[in-house]
């Protein structure tokens, strides 16, 4: 698992795909999202404007990202 930290109390999931470097641009996170190809604490999120806070964990590609 690997630690992202953020500056703020809270992140969008677009957003933070994008810090993570999870994802190039805002249209992939988008795609990628409404695909549902993405998982927040564990289960498929479709929103990409979803609030993410510390400790939520962010899952894609295989790949889980926590937000620190």
Same mark, same amino acid.
């Given at each position: 698992?690997?630690?992202?930290?953020?500056?703020?109390?809270? %992140?969008?999931? /677009?957003?933070?795909?994008?810090?993570?470097?999870?994802?190039?641009?805002? #249209?992939?996170?988008?795609? @990628? %999202?409404?695909? /549902?190809?993405?998982?927040?604490?564990?289960?498929?999120?479709?929103?990409? #404007?979803?609030?993410?806070? @510390?400790?939520?964990?962010?899952?894609?590609?295989?790949?889980?990202?926590?937000?620190?």
């Amino acid at each position: 698992m690997t630690d992202v930290p953020i500056r703020d109390d809270m %992140i969008r999931l /677009g957003q933070f795909l994008k810090l993570a470097n999870a994802i190039e641009t805002g #249209g992939e996170a988008k795609l @990628r %999202i409404t695909a /549902g190809e993405v998982t927040v604490n564990g289960e498929v999120e479709v929103r990409r #404007g979803r609030q993410l806070h @510390r400790g939520d964990v962010v899952g894609i590609d295989g790949e889980s990202l926590r937000v620190a």
